[in-house]
Structure formats: structure tokens, C-alpha cells
């Protein structure tokens, strides 16, 4: 899989970079920790098995609601930029995803915001009761079906 994710606030890129990201596989429960994106345009690849999964944590805060697909038997997908658009407030920022396709050639599977997707506990609570209903839930009724 190959992206970019970067952090803007009040319409600028600070600084620091991004942090670690989780990436939760909702087929088995599996949690990835992703190697830090570049610094530089915030460029990542990461090799991922085939399922759905949700970006579950930004560093220690899980607040994102955003998915991707990881399409089986398929070369390296673009999952899209992923811009957290931050307005200061104080000593902080609120976020809010945005995901931009930048027309990079060859297959995507671009990542998406679902603003109503449980985050945290609830999305724990939601996969132990039945993970085929929270892949459906998040992904739609048609989603594939991938072996844990």
C-alpha cells in the first residue's frame, strides 16, 4: 500500500511529523503498527495482508474513523493522501480527515472517512460481537470476504 498522510494547521504543515499509525484488520484483529511516514511529503508504503481495516490510533488518540481495503492477490494499491485538516485552539488543535486522490497511476483502494464509524471500545466491543457485521457495517453488505 502506498499514500501519503500529513497534518495541516490553519491551512499550514507544521513541523513535526506524523505519528505512528494502527492499522486494526477487522478479519482477525490483528493491530499494525505503521513505520513513520517520510518527512518530507509524508509518503509511507506499508505491506499489509489482504482485509479491511480501520485506522484505529494516531499515535495514542483513536479518533480518525477512516478505512481502506486491502484487495487480495493484487500489486501495490494507492490508498490516497490523508490530510488532517487542524485548527489551533489554544495550547491544542481539533482534526478533521480529509482523504485527497492525487491521480497517482496504477490500482487504488482509497481510504475513507466515516464520521459515524465507532471508534475505541465501541469498535472493540462491535468486533467481538460479530466482525462480519462491523466489516459489513463499515464497508457495506457487499464487502468481500477474506479469510482470517
Not at 492477490?73 to 494507492?78: D, Q
Not at 459515524?116 to 460481537?129: F, Y
Amino acid at each position: 500500500m502506498t499514500g501519503r498522510i500529513n497534518y495541516v494547521v490553519d491551512g499550514r504543515r507544521p513541523d513535526w511529523p506524523a505519528p505512528p499509525f494502527t492499522a486494526l484488520r477487522l478479519e482477525s484483529g490483528d493491530p499494525y503498527v505503521t513505520p513513520p511516514v517520510a518527512e518530507a511529503d509524508g509518503g509511507f508504503r506499508w505491506n499489509l495482508p489482504p482485509g479491511s481495516y480501520v485506522i484505529s490510533r494516531i499515535g495514542d488518540v483513536p479518533w480518525p474513523q477512516v478505512a481502506f481495503f486491502v484487495p487480495p492477490g493484487s500489486p501495490p494499491v494507492y490508498l490516497g493522501h490523508l490530510q488532517l485538516e487542524g485548527t489551533a485552539r489554544g495550547g491544542s488543535a481539533s482534526f478533521k480527515p480529509r482523504i485527497v486522490d492525487e491521480s497517482v497511476p496504477g490500482p487504488k483502494s482509497l481510504m475513507f472517512h466515516d464520521p459515524a464509524m465507532p471508534v475505541d471500545e465501541a469498535l472493540h466491543e462491535q468486533w467481538r460481537a460479530s466482525k462480519r457485521a462491523l466489516i459489513e457495517r463499515i464497508f457495506g453488505p457487499s464487502a468481500p470476504r477474506i479469510p482470517e
